[in-house]
């Protein structure tokens, strides 16, 4: 079985300032980890994606995600942050256990929602 | 542009009238997923297909049903709405095991 947590439900924030959400995971042998943002009424997209190599991943509007074995964790972070990141932010898992077929079912974390004040 | 796209935005259904959601995709993914996502909570798998082969959740009710007539599109059919059934509920495809997802705009369902 695998699962994601999310530490902190709201984060509020200046603009300009730095922020992390915070994710930790457990999972089996082989593990993906994800962030999506999702606006108001929209669906998810996809932020960044750890599958395998550097652990330390950028999106191309300043988030990066750091793969952390040891701790089981992927935090998402950017050091200035802008209105319009205002959002809710979810990290997610994926994986095989040992000689199964998952197809990629992603677990989802119950969601951080960042607001960002001028 | 290649995309996932589900209809209608909003759908307004009353208690125990069957309804159906679309999902359409013209990505040529394999998979095809519903998600049911409820106000403040985390998106929960229902189902999902893989090519023709249909996975239920083990905790998805029996009122929700899905149907995948060809690789383009999955329908979700909830047959008889109770007002728990509220809900945003998304479509995503997928190439396979670790790509990630993409995901459709959403069908914000209200049972009145």
């Known amino acids: 079985a695998q699962s994601v947590t999310q530490l902190d439900s709201q984060v509020p924030v200046f603009e300009e300032a730095p922020v992390e959400l915070r994710c930790n995971y457990s999972?089996?042998?082989?593990?993906?980890l994800f962030w999506y943002v999702q606006y108001p009424n929209q669906g998810l997209q996809l932020l960044l994606k750890y599958l395998s190599g550097s652990t330390l991943v950028e999106s191309i509007n300043g988030f990066e995600a750091e793969f952390n074995k040891s701790q089981t964790s992927f935090h998402l972070r950017k050091p200035s942050v802008h209105i319009s990141d205002t959002a809710e932010y979810f990290c997610?898992?994926?994986?095989?256990?040992?000689?199964?077929?998952?197809?990629?079912?992603?677990?989802f974390g119950q969601g951080t929602i960042l607001t960002v004040h001028p | 542009d290649a995309m996932v796209i589900q209809n209608p935005r909003y759908q307004v259904t009353q208690f125990g009238k069957p309804v159906t959601l679309s999902c359409s995709q013209t990505l040529n993914h394999n998979v095809m997923y519903w998600y049911q996502q409820k106000s403040s909570q985390a998106p929960k798998l229902l189902f999902h297909?893989?090519?023709?082969?249909?996975?239920n959740e083990a905790d998805t009710p029996d009122n929700f049903q899905s149907r995948r007539p060809n690789t383009s599109f999955c329908f979700l059919d909830i047959r008889s709405p109770g007002l728990g059934d509220a809900a945003m509920y998304l479509c995503?495809?997928?190439?396979?095991?670790?790509?990630?997802?993409?995901f459709g705009s959403g069908t914000r369902l209200t049972v009145v």
């Open positions: 995503a495809t997928s190439i396979g095991l670790g790509y990630g997802y993409t």
């Open positions: 997610a898992v994926s994986g095989t256990n040992a000689g199964g077929t998952s197809y990629g079912k992603l677990t």
């Open positions: 999972s089996s042998v082989s593990v993906y």
């Open positions: 297909y893989y090519d023709k082969d249909f996975n």
